[in-house]
Nanobody, 118 residues
């Protein structure tokens, strides 16, 4: 089996930056689309950004121009650089990977808390 391990969540002030990382526990699993989602208290989980294997990206309108998703295929790792953070970005951030090889799997990380507060 393969797991996703997230890191980087923290408490920051509005306007500050954070970088989230998510690494797969096994390098022999090949991921296709990888992405970040978030869930704020009392709300449904929503897409933040996704990235396909060749680097193509997709962002939620609420984070365009502030967040950047990237990946390192050799390390089976996806990153989320978050700049100009706002209080409404406060949520638990979840990593997702759709593995293609050696078997098709849709895996979620355990989540990392991001809190933006003055």
């Amino acid at each position: 089996q393969v797991r996703l391990v997230e890191s980087g969540g923290d408490l920051v002030h509005p306007g500050e930056s954070l970088r989230l990382s998510c690494a797969a526990s096994r390098s022999d699993f090949v991921a296709g689309t990888m992405g970040w989602y978030r869930q704020a208290p009392g709300k449904q989980r929503e897409l933040v950004a996704t990235i396909i294997r060749d680097g193509g990206t997709n962002y939620a309108d609420s984070v365009k121009g502030r967040f950047t998703i990237s990946r390192d295929n050799a390390k089976n790792t996806v990153y989320l650089q978050m700049n100009s953070l706002k209080s409404e970005d406060t949520a638990v951030y979840y990593c997702n990977a759709q593995f293609l090889y050696p078997t098709r799997l849709d895996i979620w990380g355990q989540g990392t808390q991001v809190t933006v507060s003055s």
